[in-house]
Structures are given as structure tokens and as C-alpha cells.
């Protein structure tokens, strides 16, 4: 079945840099799009963060991007978010998130910034 185990979260100050990691299986990770979302408490899950199968395209949201790096290693089945210049609306848990062709989730990895 398909699995998604995201990792990497963790405290951090204002300006830090995390990296999460997001580990798949159960699908054939080269020929889906992958993307990272995320919710903050009391707030709609959002979408972060697009790459496509191949890692040609990819897309941000307007609060991330020029900080957020999406990424995927498709020998590894891994996708990865680089995050920089962290603040503390970053703060929330992260998803990563496939549609095979329904969308399925990881149980999410918290990102918490504040000094």
C-alpha cells in the first residue's frame, strides 16, 4: 500500500534552516508528482511546495518561495523540502502528499520557529 514517512522536523530559530525528508513506497515513485503541504494550528491545510515526476517542474507558494527548495531523488523514492530564512509563520506540520490517483498522505512532521 502506499506509504509516506515524512522526517526531518524539529525547533529552530527565526532565520534557521531545516531539511525534511519524506521517504515512499507502495507506488511507482518516478511517475508521480509529489508535493509538501502544511497546517498551522486553527488554519487550512495549504500547499507548499509541487515538483513533477521528473523534477522539471516545480511550483511554490507566494509565502515560501526564494526560501523553499523542492527536490526528489527518484533512485531513492525520497523528495525533500529545503527550507531556509525560517520564520515563525512557517510554523505548523508538514505533509508530503501524492494522488495515485487518490491522495494519500504521511502522518506529517511538526516545524516549530521561534526564538
Known amino acids: 500500500q502506499v506509504r509516506l514517512v515524512e522526517s526531518g522536523g524539529g525547533l529552530v530559530q527565526p532565520g534557521g534552516s531545516l531539511r525534511l525528508s519524506c521517504a515512499a513506497s507502495g507506488f511507482t515513485f518516478r511517475n508521480s508528482a509529489m508535493s509538501w503541504f502544511r497546517q498551522a494550528p486553527g488554519k487550512e491545510r495549504e500547499l507548499v511546495a509541487y515538483?513533477?515526476?521528473?523534477?522539471?517542474?516545480?511550483t511554490y507558494a507566494d509565502s515560501v518561495k526564494g526560501r523553499f527548495t523542492i527536490s526528489r531523488d527518484n533512485a531513492k523514492n525520497m523528495v525533500y523540502l529545503q527550507m531556509n530564512s525560517l520564520i515563525p509563520e512557517d510554523t505548523a506540520v508538514y505533509f508530503c502528499?501524492?494522488?495515485?490517483?487518490?491522495?494519500?498522505w504521511g502522518q506529517g512532521t511538526q516545524v516549530t520557529v521561534s526564538s
Open positions: 502528499a501524492v494522488k495515485v490517483p487518490l491522495d494519500y
Open positions: 515538483i513533477s515526476n521528473l523534477g522539471v517542474r516545480t
